[in-house]
Each structure stands twice: as structure tokens, then as C-alpha cells.
């Protein structure tokens, strides 16, 4: 008799989403350091001063 390990889908499961919110934590990183960056050049470069 061969003992098969049971919870393999969810193992499966959680290997996925693990990978997935890696993924996307990483993305919102990248996209806040974008964006501090821009908003620096923004107030180095007086662009949009006509406006205030």
C-alpha cells in the first residue's frame, strides 16, 4: 500500500498565489518609486507653476 500525501491542490494552490502576490507586490513598488520620482522632477523643473 502506497501512503499518498494528501493537500497537494492546495499546496499547488498556494505556490500560485504566493507567485502572484510576489508579482504584484513587487509592480507597486516599482510603480511608487516611479511616481516619488516624478513628482521630484515636478518640483525641481517648476513644471505646471502657471497654474497656481
Do not use: D, P, Y
Amino acid at each position: 500500500m502506497k501512503n499518498k500525501i494528501r493537500g497537494g491542490a492546495f499546496r499547488l494552490t498556494g505556490l500560485i498565489l504566493g507567485i502572484i502576490g510576489a508579482t504584484v507586490s513587487i509592480t507597486s513598488i516599482v510603480f511608487s518609486a516611479i511616481g516619488l520620482h516624478q513628482s521630484h522632477l515636478c518640483k525641481t523643473c517648476k513644471k505646471g507653476a502657471e497654474f497656481k
